[in-house]
T-cell receptor, first 114, second 114 residues
Framework: DVKVTQSSRYLVKRTGEKVFLECVQD?????MFWYRQDPGLGLRLIYF???????EKGDIPEGYSVSREKKERFSLILESASTNQTSMYLC?????????????FGPGTRLTVL | GESVGLHLPTLSVQEGDNSIINCAYS??????FIWYKQESGKGPQFIID?????DKRQGQRVTVLLNKTVKHLSLQIAATQPGDSAVYFC?????????????FGQGTILTVHP
């Protein structure tokens, strides 16, 4: 089974802090994604990566950056956390080898910025 | 706006009944569709998928129907159980070089009463 893990289930940070959210997948998937999920807005794509050291902006990249130094790990960085970044953050990965784009999700990180 | 949407935001059924969750999509180029289940506090979990060259696919207690003429997708759950209570999302991939990016619907809340 595909396993996607996220470093924290719950996180509380203060405004202005630098925040790192880590995601690791164990299936050698090429593509990895970061979403945030908010009530009434659904899943919104922040950034994705299709290879090591490669990244692409999603729909809402402002205030975020990412890092993919190794294939299995994709990190989301909030350079200076703000209260409007309080949200559920979801990481996903997918392999296009089989021609299917099924994304497998991690358990999510509930981030609260005070 | 959302290119994938749901007709009903909530659905309540009795245990043992069959459930039908609907989804409309707008991108006629989409060639792959997925249904996800998300339980409270957890990440979305893959349920079933279907390619655009099919109109029906069955899994264990679940069936996905695709009507490309009217751009409509549905998820049928047979003999619904309390453990099926969750939010259900449909997602589509337009294919091509989208790097496995998916567009998600808002979700339908399914509540199963014992």
């Amino acid at each position: 089974d595909v396993k996607v893990t996220q470093s924290s289930r719950y996180l509380v940070k203060r405004t202005g802090e630098k925040v790192f959210l880590e995601c690791v997948q164990d299936m050698d998937h090429e593509n990895m994604f970061w979403y945030r999920q908010d009530p009434g807005l659904g899943l919104r794509l922040i950034y994705f990566s299709y290879d090591v050291k490669m990244k692409e902006k999603g729909d809402i990249p402002e205030g975020y950056s990412v890092s993919r130094e190794k294939k299995e790990r994709f990190s989301l960085i909030l350079e200076s956390a703000s209260t409007n970044q309080t949200s559920m953050y979801l990481c996903a990965s997918t392999s296009l080898v089989e021609g299917k784009d099924t994304q497998y999700f991690g358990p999510g990180t509930r981030l609260t910025v005070l | 706006g959302e290119s994938v949407g749901l007709h009903l935001p909530t659905l309540s059924v009795q245990e043992g009944d069959n459930s039908i969750i609907n989804c409309a999509y707008s991108n006629s180029a989409s060639d792959y569709f997925i249904w996800y289940k998300q339980e409270s506090g957890k990440g979305p979990q893959f349920i079933i998928d279907i390619r655009s060259n099919m109109d029906k696919r069955q899994g264990q207690r679940v069936t996905v129907l695709l009507n490309k003429t009217v751009k409509h997708l549905s998820l049928q759950i047979a003999a619904t159980q309390p453990g099926d209570s969750a939010v259900y999302f449909c997602a589509e991939n337009a294919g091509g070089t989208s790097y496995g990016k998916l567009t998600f619907g808002q979700g339908t809340i399914l509540t199963v009463h014992p």
